[in-house]
T-cell receptor
C-alpha cells in the first residue's frame, strides 16, 4: 500500500541555520503531497501542499517540491527561527486515503 | 469561520469505562476523519465518515470502537471498556470534499488517559 517515509529526528539546529527534512513516498497513481506542523499540545496545521509533479508548495519561508522521478517531497527553509520548533509531518493523499510519516521533531536553539 | 472543534480536550477514564469523543467539522465540511496518535508516533487513520455513513473503517479496531456522524450534531468516536493501551491523542479532521488535492483540517485533539 501507499506509505510515507521521513527523516528520523530529532533534529536540533541553531537559529538562522538551513533546514532540510527528507520525505519520500510510495504510491500508485498521482497523490497530492502535504507538510503539516504540530506545535506542542495542538493539532496538525497544514504548512504547504503540492498536487502534481514539479509543483512547489511554499509558506512562511518553507518550501517543498513534488519530485515524481525521485518520489520525494523534501521540506526546506533557508533560515530557521526558534518559533519553528515543532514536529513536522509529511503526508500524501491518494484517492482520499491519507497517509502520514512518523514525524520529525525540530528544535531550534537561540 | 470556526475551525474543527473537538471536546473534551482531555479525558481521563478508568479501565472498563466508556469514552466518548466529539468532533464538529468546519462549517460546510461534510467529510470527517478520525486518527489516533500514540506518543512520539505519527497519525494512524481510523475511520472516514460522511453524514450518516461510514465510508472507510479499515483502521478501526474490530472490537470496542465505533464511530458515527449523524445528520445533526457532531461526529462521535466511542470506545467501550477502555484499556490502558487506548491512552493516546485522538484527532478529528474534516475536508470540503473527498478529492485528493484538498487538505484535511485538524482539530486540537482529545487526549485520552486510561488509569
Amino acid at each position: 500500500g501507499d506509505s510515507v517515509t521521513q527523516m528520523e529526528g530529532p533534529v536540533t539546529l541553531s537559529e538562522e541555520a538551513f533546514l532540510t527534512i527528507n520525505c519520500t513516498y510510495t504510491a500508485t497513481g498521482y497523490p497530492s503531497l502535504f507538510w503539516y506542523v504540530q506545535y506542542p499540545g495542538e493539532g496538525l496545521q497544514l504548512l504547504l501542499k503540492a498536487t502534481k509533479a514539479d509543483d512547489k508548495g511554499s509558506n512562511k519561508g518553507f518550501e517543498a517540491t513534488y519530485r515524481k522521478e525521485t518520489t520525494s517531497f523534501h521540506l526546506e527553509k533557508g533560515s530557521v527561527q526558534v518559533s519553528d520548533s515543532a514536529v513536522y509531518f509529511c503526508a500524501l493523499n491518494n484517492n482520499n486515503d491519507m497517509r502520514f510519516g512518523a514525524g520529525t521533531r525540530l528544535t531550534v536553539k537561540p | 469561520n470556526a475551525g474543527v472543534m473537538q471536546n473534551p480536550r482531555h479525558l481521563v477514564r478508568r479501565r472498563g469505562q466508556e469514552a466518548r469523543l466529539r468532533c464538529s467539522p468546519m462549517k460546510g465540511h461534510s467529510h470527517v476523519y478520525w486518527y489516533r496518535q500514540l506518543p512520539e508516533e505519527g497519525l494512524k487513520f481510523m475511520v472516514y465518515l460522511q453524514k450518516e455513513n461510514i465510508i472507510d473503517e479499515s483502521g478501526m479496531p474490530k472490537e470496542r470502537f465505533s464511530a458515527e456522524f449523524p445528520k445533526e450534531g457532531p461526529s462521535i468516536l466511542r470506545i467501550q471498556q477502555v484499556v490502558r493501551g487506548d491512552s493516546a491523542a485522538y484527532f478529528c479532521a474534516s475536508s470540503l470534499t473527498s478529492t485528493s488535492s484538498y487538505e484535511q483540517y485538524f482539530g486540537p485533539g482529545t487526549r485520552l488517559t486510561v488509569t
